[in-house]
């Protein structure tokens, strides 16, 4: 019978299949690791952030619509109704896209495609109710200047959405970052229907949705290459 001892000592003698690979290791010098650029902020203090960020927002929509002028009807329940309920709407969209669930878990990617998905189809049809194909149709002057609008009204909203909510995303950053893009432009949509009373609905669909869909591309973009943690 073989002594275990014996046995013990010929398994010294098999060769290591993975020495090649502790060499190759051993050889090769560590990867750097950098520390990052900027600290990372506490929750509380990203909470306060994103808060400042939607009330700057809020208000700049509201001065540039009164410097642009409120239409006369605005005090008019079919005029103020829908876009209190729009706004509202707006405003509870982003509360459950960036607040936190159980166990501080963001909320998850169908919830966020499903916002994406349904604050321009809900636009759209909203718009359809409510507007009708102008005839003669509206001149484009007119159209080009409330893109211009938009734009303007638009343009700080987005730029503080994105310095609020930079490096903020655990997961999925580019939805997160078209769900919130697209709820800031129904928000800059609520503010443009304040000052614009042209009930056409090509205008309403181009003009003053405009804003939702540049939020929603550029919140994807910014999301993907500046929105993970």
């Given at each position: 019978m073989t002594d275990e001892r014996d046995l013990l000592k010929r398994l010294e003698d098999i060769p290591d299949p993975a020495a090649h690979v502790a060499t190759r290791l051993a050889a090769r010098p560590p990867a750097p690791v950098e520390?990052?650029?900027e600290p990372s902020l506490t929750r509380p203090a990203r909470e306060?952030?994103?808060v400042v960020a939607i009330m700057t927002g809020i208000a700049w929509i509201l001065l540039f619509s009164w410097i642009e002028g409120f239409r006369d009807d605005l005090g008019s329940p079919g005029v103020i109704v829908p876009l209190a309920v729009a706004a509202v709407l707006s405003g509870l969209g982003?509360?459950?896209?960036?607040?936190r669930r159980a166990r501080g878990l963001p909320a998850g990617v169908r919830v966020l495609q499903a916002l994406v998905v349904a604050v321009p189809v809900g636009f759209l049809a909203a718009a359809f109710v409510r507007s009708h194909v102008a005839d003669p149709p509206v001149p484009l002057e007119l159209h080009v200047r409330c893109i211009?609008?938009?734009?303007?009204?638009a343009l700080p909203p987005f730029a503080l959405a994105g310095l609020a909510l930079r490096?903020?995303?655990l997961s999925a950053p580019a939805w997160r970052g078209a769900s919130i893009g697209a709820l800031c432009g129904l928000g800059v949509a609520v503010g443009l229907e304040t000052h614009?009373?042209?009930d056409d609905l090509l205008h309403i669909t181009f003009a003053h949705g405009l804003p939702i869909a540049a939020g929603a591309l550029l919140?994807?973009?910014a999301g993907a290459l500046r929105g993970r943690a």
């Open positions: 520390a990052p650029a306060r952030r994103g982003l509360l459950l896209a960036l607040r211009a609008s938009a734009l303007g009204t490096r903020s995303f614009c009373a042209l919140g994807a973009a």
